[in-house]
């Protein structure tokens, strides 16, 4: 079952530049988490967010979650072309985590 | 340290043909193992869980089958491939009891002509 919607699909932008991706959800969650993956990679876990948790940051990446909304947010900022991959929410569902489709993110120096 | 690991890393067989995939983990007991798979530009569709030894859980109806006959290995195997079955499967783990943070292994791109 599909979960999180990433948005936009893909995205676009220029070194330093902050890039922004949301995501929304269907049900209740406990947790929401964003992860990183670089072509043709393992994704990598950037940060998670709890449900009773409004905002949080990691270095360069804040994230908002808005539980009444059923979205969340990942933020960027200055970002390098290093930043250059696919972002995924994902959300609990029972035992297993349910990804979405992911924004691709492109950022050109 | 906690590592995980997948091979082969690109695999390329003929439909029909059978298939077994590993992946182990390292530096922790009793994890929960996941099986995804992603199509090329797509997201991860969770195929199979374990929360234990002998204990799988299926998401989707498909040609594919795991095990899990040691704590930290779990195996993907499929009898006949089908042109379908392509894809990139990423193995992952995360600790037993908590539905959290889950740590990939470095993915296996299969194939199937």
């Known amino acids: 079952s599909q979960q999180g919607e990433e948005d936009p699909q893909a995205l676009s932008i220029q070194e330093g530049e902050n890039a922004t991706m949301n995501c929304s959800y269907k049900?209740?969650?406990?947790?929401l988490q964003w992860y990183r993956q670089n072509s043709g990679r393992g994704l990598v876990h950037l940060i998670l967010?709890?449900?009773?948790?409004r905002e949080k940051h990691s270095g360069r990446l804040r994230v908002t979650l808005d539980t009444s909304k059923k979205s969340s947010s990942l933020l960027i900022t200055a970002s390098r072309a290093a930043d250059t991959a696919s972002y995924f929410c994902?959300?609990?569902?029972?035992?297993?985590?349910?990804f979405g489709k992911g924004t691709t993110l492109s950022v050109s120096s | 340290s906690q590592t995980i690991h997948q091979w082969p890393a690109t695999l390329v067989q003929p439909v029909g043909s059978p298939l077994s995939l590993e992946c182990t983990v390292e530096?922790?007991?009793?994890?929960?193992l996941y099986w995804y798979r992603q199509a090329a530009g797509r997201g991860l569709q969770l195929l199979f869980y374990?929360?234990?030894?002998?204990?799988i859980s299926s998401e989707v109806p498909q040609n594919l089958s795991a095990s899990r006959p040691q704590d930290r290995q779990f195996i993907l195997s499929s009898k006949k491939l089908l042109l379908s079955d392509s894809g990139f499967y990423l193995c992952?783990?995360?600790?037993?009891?908590?539905?959290?943070?889950?740590?990939f292994g470095p993915g296996t791109r299969l194939t199937v002509l």
């Open positions: 992952a783990w995360e600790t037993s009891g908590v539905t959290d943070t889950q740590y």
């Open positions: 049900t209740s969650i406990n947790n």
């Open positions: 967010i709890r449900s009773n948790e």
């Open positions: 994902a959300t609990d569902e029972g035992t297993a985590l349910i």
């Open positions: 530096g922790t007991s009793n994890p929960n």
């Open positions: 374990s929360v234990g030894i002998g204990q």
